[in-house]
């Protein structure tokens, strides 16, 4: 959530910054609710200092045996008055309110402007796009004729979109998860968490899930959210709570189950486990220091890229631009790996650093030398292991339509070097 008082104060930069996002919103906007909750604040607490000062009229009155009636009279109509103001009040700070949880971060400077993702920005590849001497293969493809992806089954089970995954290949999607934690853990730091997956309404409000992204979510009757990414979980330990300045950073990661609606994709990735109701993603988040997190976003996103270099799949690096980075976030790398059937790079990891929007809305703080201040968070998937299992397979092919184990999964798959048709 943005600073009112910053928008209040840089009222160009911020238009100039919802018309980059392609956001419906103005500084008119929310500086009109802005003054109309100020005001009625304004009105109700002369009301209230009025109705102290009948009632304290009331009492000397009373003390010196003097008659009270017309100050009963004229309290009589301060009553009404600031119930109603009261109600007022409610409705201006709700609608303010609700406008201010719906404007996305301020990007960053150095964020390209453009409508979409076709104006992203490559920054960066790693490794030359894996070249088959047969013709490549899709990984559902594959993945069925092992015997091992079963779409049909799942659909009877639980509908589409989802995924009956059995056998070795079930295997290697588990040796992936403990593969990127053990990475995450030993080399770069993190401290590996397993969280609840079913999250309030408050915890996926603060990361922005909520009421922006409410139709891709999965809810429960009783009002608890199913995990969409751990980052909501991860990101929330700061949910009301202010640390000393000495425990920053903190950096979490979580290898879980994810769910959502993909809503907003139909007719995309309809085949195969791109894009999935139910998923798998190892998650980083980071809580830092308000200086340190532009320099924290180049470390994990470099964190996420090693996983990749260690599988040698072949990748690049893209800063997305104004129109195509997400909500929370005031900057993004997206990590794009190499899928041979598609020929195409796909996106595989996000690292976002969200400054101080996501800690403003969950009230996250850490006490300075000279007062409390909001901390700054960051995200990045380290990996979506699902997306991941479709790089192995597509690129670790073989023409007989076995998969070859890339060496650093080896030893979680038993010293297993292949993985074949089940027979």
Request: glycine letters at 8%.
């Amino acid at each position: 959530m943005l600073d009112i008082k910053w928008i209040r104060e840089n009222t160009e930069t911020f238009d100039a910054a919802m018309k980059a996002r392609n956001a419906s919103v103005s500084s008119s906007d929310i500086l009109t609710l802005d003054e109309k909750r100020r005001s009625v604040i304004s009105e109700l607490q002369n009301v209230q200092v009025k109705r102290n000062e009948l009632s304290k009229a009331v009492g000397v009155a009373k003390s010196k045996g003097e008659d009270a009636s017309d100050i009963f009279e004229e309290m009589k109509e301060v009553g009404p008055k600031l119930k109603a103001l009261e109600e007022e009040e409610r409705k201006a700070i709700a609608a303010f309110e609700g406008l201010l949880a719906t404007i996305p971060n301020i990007p960053i400077a150095d964020v390209p402007v453009g409508a979409d993702e076709d104006d992203n920005v490559e920054v960066r590849t790693w490794g030359e796009p894996t070249k088959l001497s047969f013709e490549p293969v899709a990984h559902y493809d594959l993945g069925e004729a092992l015997g091992m992806l079963d779409f049909e089954t799942a659909g009877k089970i639980s509908g589409s979109r989802f995924v009956w995954q059995s056998g070795d290949l079930a295997r290697l999607e588990r040796a992936l998860g403990n593969f990127m934690l053990d990475t995450h853990t030993q080399e770069n730091g993190f401290t590996e968490v397993r969280p609840p997956l079913l999250v309030k309404e408050q915890t996926m409000f603060g990361t922005g899930q909520l009421p922006k992204f409410e139709e891709d979510q999965f809810v429960t009757t009783d009002g608890r959210w199913f995990n969409p990414t751990a980052e909501v979980m991860l990101t929330n330990y700061m949910q009301d709570r202010t640390i000393q300045e000495s425990e920053l950073p903190l950096k979490f990661c979580a290898y879980t189950a994810c769910f959502r609606k993909e809503a907003g994709s139909a007719g995309r990735d309809t085949r195969g486990l791109i894009r999935m109701h139910q998923f798998y993603k190892t998650e980083m988040v980071q809580i830092v220091h308000p200086e340190k997190s532009e320099e924290a976003l180049e470390w994990m996103t470099n964190c996420a890229e090693g996983i990749l270099q260690k599988l040698e799949l072949p990748y690049r690096v893209v800063k997305l631009c104004t129109g195509d980075i997400g909500f929370s976030a005031k900057k993004t790398y997206d990590l794009e790996v190499w899928v041979p059937a598609q020929g195409v790079y796909r996106e595989i990891s996000s690292c976002s650093n969200c400054g101080d929007f996501q800690a403003r809305r969950m009230k996250g703080r850490f006490k300075a030398e000279n007062g409390t201040e909001f901390v700054h968070t960051l995200n990045g998937s380290g990996l979506a292991t699902g997306r991941t299992l479709v790089a192995v397979m597509e690129n670790y092919q073989q023409e007989d339509g076995s998969i070859k184990i890339p060496d650093v999964l080896q030893p979680y798959m038993g010293g297993q070097t292949v993985i074949e048709a089940q027979k």
